[in-house]
Nanobody, 122 residues
Framework: QVQLVESGGGLVQAGGSLRLSCAAS????????MGWFRQAPGKEREFVAA????????YYADSVKGRFTISRDNAKNTVYLQMNSLKPEDTAVYYC???????????????WGQGTQVSVSS
């Protein structure tokens, strides 16, 4: 069982930056692929980024590539999402996810956090 707790969301102006953190419980954090999804009001949930258990492989949605960076610190049981050059269309609730399988763009992860709100003003 893995519990995920996100933090770092907030309100920022367009062009600004935020860093989301996701703290995971459990001793086998390093065995899990991790990722981030987001859901804006009235829209379907969408993939944002994912990272392999070692951190050696990362994947991004085209809409965030070059602006967002996913990373992890297995010693701290934490995964991060650095978000730069934020746009109003990045406004959404961001969810941290984990799975024992390989990283995926599909929302089939076993474990989900409660979400953190990111709001970008124009």
């Amino acid at each position: 069982q893995v519990q995920l707790v996100e933090s770092g969301g907030g309100l920022v102006q367009a062009g600004g930056s935020l860093r989301l953190s996701c703290a995971a419980s459990g001793r086998t954090f390093s065995a899990y692929a991790m990722g981030w999804f987001r859901q804006a009001p009235g829209k379907e949930r969408e993939f944002v980024a994912a990272i392999s258990w070692s951190g050696g492989s990362t994947y991004y949605a085209d809409s965030v590539k070059g602006r967002f960076t996913i990373s992890r610190d297995n010693a701290k049981n934490t995964v991060y999402l650095q978000m730069n050059s934020l746009k109003p269309e990045d406004t959404a609730v961001y969810y941290c996810v984990a799975d024992v399988g390989p990283p995926s763009r599909l929302d089939e992860y076993d474990y989900w956090g409660q979400g953190t709100q990111v709001s970008v003003s124009s």
